[in-house]
Protein backbone atom coordinates (compact mmCIF):
# COMPACT_ATOMS: atom_id res chain seq x y z
CA UNK A 1 0.00 0.00 0.00
CA UNK A 2 1.37 3.59 -0.40
CA UNK A 3 2.90 4.77 2.23
CA UNK A 4 3.04 8.33 1.08
CA UNK A 5 -0.29 10.39 0.73
CA UNK A 6 -0.15 13.35 -1.31
CA UNK A 7 -2.74 15.69 -2.36
CA UNK A 8 -4.17 17.42 -4.13
CA UNK A 9 -3.38 15.34 -7.42
CA UNK A 10 -3.43 18.63 -9.27
CA UNK A 11 -3.80 22.45 -8.77
CA UNK A 12 -3.69 25.71 -10.77
CA UNK A 13 -2.40 28.64 -9.48
CA UNK A 14 -2.53 32.67 -10.44
CA UNK A 15 1.39 33.78 -11.13
CA UNK A 16 2.10 35.33 -8.08
CA UNK A 17 -0.32 33.18 -5.52
CA UNK A 18 0.56 30.56 -3.12
CA UNK A 19 0.59 26.25 -4.17
CA UNK A 20 0.47 24.43 -1.14
CA UNK A 21 0.49 20.61 -1.54
CA UNK A 22 0.24 18.11 1.64
CA UNK A 23 1.17 14.68 2.39
CA UNK A 24 0.96 12.32 4.79
CA UNK A 25 2.65 9.36 6.30
CA UNK A 26 2.10 6.28 8.76
CA UNK A 27 5.39 4.80 9.20
CA UNK A 28 7.33 6.35 12.34
CA UNK A 29 10.15 5.31 11.13
CA UNK A 30 10.82 8.01 8.45
CA UNK A 31 13.29 10.56 8.82
CA UNK A 32 14.02 11.81 5.81
CA UNK A 33 11.36 13.79 4.07
CA UNK A 34 12.44 15.36 0.08
CA UNK A 35 10.45 17.14 -2.29
CA UNK A 36 11.19 16.47 -5.57
CA UNK A 37 10.47 18.83 -8.69
CA UNK A 38 9.92 17.10 -12.41
CA UNK A 39 9.59 18.91 -15.79
CA UNK A 40 8.14 17.25 -18.57
CA UNK A 41 10.79 14.37 -20.67
CA UNK A 42 13.32 15.43 -17.65
CA UNK A 43 14.41 13.46 -14.43
CA UNK A 44 13.02 14.56 -10.77
CA UNK A 45 15.22 17.24 -9.00
CA UNK A 46 15.58 17.41 -5.18
CA UNK A 47 14.08 20.56 -4.32
CA UNK A 48 13.85 20.61 -0.52
CA UNK A 49 14.60 18.32 2.09
CA UNK A 50 13.57 18.26 5.70
CA UNK A 51 14.52 15.81 9.05
CA UNK A 52 11.67 15.66 11.83
CA UNK A 53 14.38 17.73 14.32
CA UNK A 54 12.70 20.87 12.84
CA UNK A 55 9.46 22.30 12.31
CA UNK A 56 9.83 24.32 9.17
CA UNK A 57 12.60 24.76 6.18
CA UNK A 58 12.93 27.47 3.89
CA UNK A 59 15.02 27.72 0.67
CA UNK A 60 14.06 30.79 -1.60
CA UNK A 61 10.13 30.58 -2.03
CA UNK A 62 9.80 27.24 -1.49
CA UNK A 63 8.89 26.10 2.42
CA UNK A 64 8.25 22.43 3.89
CA UNK A 65 6.10 22.62 7.22
CA UNK A 66 6.40 19.67 9.15
CA UNK A 67 3.90 18.50 11.99
CA UNK A 68 5.55 15.14 13.63
CA UNK A 69 2.66 14.69 16.19
CA UNK A 70 0.44 14.85 13.00
CA UNK A 71 2.52 12.75 10.60
CA UNK A 72 2.06 15.45 8.02
CA UNK A 73 4.31 17.53 5.84
CA UNK A 74 3.36 20.18 3.59
CA UNK A 75 4.90 22.18 0.53
CA UNK A 76 4.22 26.00 0.22
CA UNK A 77 5.55 27.67 -3.37
CA UNK A 78 5.32 31.51 -2.39
CA UNK A 79 4.88 34.03 -5.20
CA UNK A 80 4.56 31.41 -8.01
CA UNK A 81 5.82 31.61 -11.48
CA UNK A 82 4.98 29.98 -14.68
CA UNK A 83 8.26 28.56 -14.31
CA UNK A 84 7.10 26.52 -11.21
CA UNK A 85 4.56 24.74 -13.63
CA UNK A 86 5.96 20.79 -13.11
CA UNK A 87 5.07 17.86 -11.45
CA UNK A 88 5.52 17.76 -7.62
CA UNK A 89 6.45 14.62 -5.87
CA UNK A 90 7.00 14.16 -1.61
CA UNK A 91 8.93 11.36 -0.47
CA UNK A 92 10.22 9.52 2.70
CA UNK A 93 12.69 7.32 3.68
CA UNK A 94 14.20 5.48 7.29
CA UNK A 95 17.58 5.97 8.44
CA UNK A 96 19.62 4.11 6.15
CA UNK A 97 16.18 3.20 3.86
CA UNK A 98 17.84 3.10 0.23
CA UNK A 99 14.24 3.22 -0.68
CA UNK A 100 12.24 6.25 -0.64
CA UNK A 101 8.69 5.84 -0.89
CA UNK A 102 7.20 8.80 -3.13
CA UNK A 103 3.57 9.83 -3.22
CA UNK A 104 1.24 10.30 -6.39
CA UNK A 105 2.32 13.46 -7.29
CA UNK A 106 0.91 16.81 -7.85
CA UNK A 107 0.48 18.71 -11.41
CA UNK A 108 0.80 22.10 -10.86
CA UNK A 109 0.04 24.82 -13.31
CA UNK A 110 1.27 28.30 -12.55
CA UNK A 111 -1.06 30.61 -14.93
CA UNK A 112 0.22 34.03 -16.03
CA UNK B 1 30.20 17.77 -11.98
CA UNK B 2 26.56 17.06 -10.80
CA UNK B 3 25.12 14.86 -13.64
CA UNK B 4 24.13 11.62 -14.29
CA UNK B 5 23.96 10.89 -17.65
CA UNK B 6 21.58 8.27 -19.39
CA UNK B 7 22.07 6.85 -22.81
CA UNK B 8 19.94 6.07 -25.07
CA UNK B 9 17.79 8.74 -24.33
CA UNK B 10 15.20 7.11 -26.77
CA UNK B 11 14.81 2.98 -27.46
CA UNK B 12 11.88 1.44 -29.58
CA UNK B 13 12.55 -2.24 -29.43
CA UNK B 14 10.65 -5.56 -30.13
CA UNK B 15 9.67 -8.20 -27.50
CA UNK B 16 12.79 -10.70 -28.90
CA UNK B 17 15.47 -7.83 -28.73
CA UNK B 18 18.30 -7.63 -26.63
CA UNK B 19 19.31 -4.09 -25.66
CA UNK B 20 20.73 -2.20 -23.36
CA UNK B 21 20.45 1.11 -21.01
CA UNK B 22 23.36 2.68 -19.62
CA UNK B 23 23.85 5.04 -17.08
CA UNK B 24 27.25 7.28 -16.04
CA UNK B 25 27.84 9.35 -12.86
CA UNK B 26 31.25 11.18 -12.13
CA UNK B 27 30.11 12.08 -8.61
CA UNK B 28 31.62 9.67 -6.46
CA UNK B 29 28.77 8.39 -5.63
CA UNK B 30 28.46 4.49 -4.00
CA UNK B 31 24.62 3.61 -4.48
CA UNK B 32 23.35 3.93 -7.92
CA UNK B 33 19.84 2.59 -8.69
CA UNK B 34 17.49 1.99 -11.66
CA UNK B 35 13.90 3.21 -11.38
CA UNK B 36 10.78 2.70 -13.54
CA UNK B 37 8.10 5.40 -14.35
CA UNK B 38 5.12 5.58 -15.83
CA UNK B 39 3.03 8.63 -17.00
CA UNK B 40 1.86 10.50 -14.27
CA UNK B 41 3.36 8.00 -12.14
CA UNK B 42 5.78 8.16 -9.39
CA UNK B 43 8.98 6.80 -9.93
CA UNK B 44 8.90 3.09 -8.64
CA UNK B 45 12.33 1.87 -7.71
CA UNK B 46 14.17 -1.68 -9.16
CA UNK B 47 17.23 -1.93 -8.29
CA UNK B 48 19.76 -0.28 -5.64
CA UNK B 49 23.62 -1.42 -6.07
CA UNK B 50 25.79 0.09 -3.04
CA UNK B 51 29.86 -0.33 -3.43
CA UNK B 52 29.31 -2.10 -6.68
CA UNK B 53 26.71 -4.66 -5.17
CA UNK B 54 23.01 -5.48 -5.67
CA UNK B 55 21.63 -4.36 -2.47
CA UNK B 56 17.98 -4.79 -3.33
CA UNK B 57 15.70 -6.20 -6.28
CA UNK B 58 11.92 -5.18 -5.62
CA UNK B 59 11.32 -8.49 -7.58
CA UNK B 60 11.56 -7.71 -10.76
CA UNK B 61 11.18 -10.16 -13.95
CA UNK B 62 14.16 -11.61 -14.94
CA UNK B 63 13.80 -9.50 -18.23
CA UNK B 64 15.39 -7.18 -16.63
CA UNK B 65 18.67 -7.86 -15.92
CA UNK B 66 21.42 -5.09 -14.02
CA UNK B 67 24.93 -4.65 -13.85
CA UNK B 68 27.40 -2.53 -12.07
CA UNK B 69 30.93 -2.75 -13.62
CA UNK B 70 32.42 -0.23 -11.66
CA UNK B 71 31.18 2.53 -8.99
CA UNK B 72 30.47 5.03 -12.46
CA UNK B 73 28.85 2.88 -14.78
CA UNK B 74 25.16 0.88 -14.05
CA UNK B 75 23.85 -0.78 -16.97
CA UNK B 76 20.30 -2.32 -17.57
CA UNK B 77 20.05 -5.30 -19.97
CA UNK B 78 16.85 -5.87 -21.66
CA UNK B 79 15.71 -9.29 -23.16
CA UNK B 80 11.90 -9.99 -23.99
CA UNK B 81 10.44 -7.24 -23.11
CA UNK B 82 6.71 -7.32 -23.04
CA UNK B 83 4.84 -3.68 -24.15
CA UNK B 84 3.53 -3.00 -20.62
CA UNK B 85 7.31 -2.86 -19.79
CA UNK B 86 7.00 0.51 -21.82
CA UNK B 87 8.26 3.35 -19.69
CA UNK B 88 10.47 6.30 -18.60
CA UNK B 89 13.77 4.72 -16.97
CA UNK B 90 15.57 6.44 -14.46
CA UNK B 91 18.99 6.30 -13.19
CA UNK B 92 19.70 8.12 -10.14
CA UNK B 93 23.00 7.72 -7.66
CA UNK B 94 23.48 8.72 -4.14
CA UNK B 95 26.28 9.61 -1.56
CA UNK B 96 26.16 7.13 1.12
CA UNK B 97 28.57 6.06 3.73
CA UNK B 98 29.54 2.28 5.44
CA UNK B 99 27.21 3.40 8.02
CA UNK B 100 24.29 6.17 6.22
CA UNK B 101 22.52 5.55 3.40
CA UNK B 102 19.89 8.56 3.45
CA UNK B 103 20.78 11.68 1.25
CA UNK B 104 19.97 13.08 -1.23
CA UNK B 105 19.16 11.27 -4.79
CA UNK B 106 20.66 12.76 -8.37
CA UNK B 107 18.19 11.67 -10.91
CA UNK B 108 19.28 11.33 -15.07
CA UNK B 109 17.23 12.58 -17.45
CA UNK B 110 15.46 8.83 -18.20
CA UNK B 111 15.50 6.55 -21.18
CA UNK B 112 12.18 6.78 -22.73
CA UNK B 113 11.16 3.05 -23.65
CA UNK B 114 9.08 1.64 -26.09
CA UNK B 115 8.40 -1.93 -26.46
CA UNK B 116 6.59 -3.01 -29.79
Known amino acids: QQQVKQSPQSLIVQKGGISIINCAYENTAFDYFPWYQQFPGKGPALLIA?????SEKKEGRFTISFNKSAKQFSLHIMDSQPGDSATYFCAASGRNDYKLSFGAGTTVTVRA | DTEVTQTPKHLVMGMTNKKSLKCEQH?????MYWYKQKAKKPPELMFV???????INESVPSRFSPECPNSSLLNLHLHALQPEDSALYLC???????????????FGEGSRLTVL
Open chain 2, 49 to 55: YSYEKLS
Open chain 2, 92 to 106: ASSQVSRISVTGELF
Open chain 2, 27 to 31: MGHRA
Open chain 1, 50 to 54: IRPDV
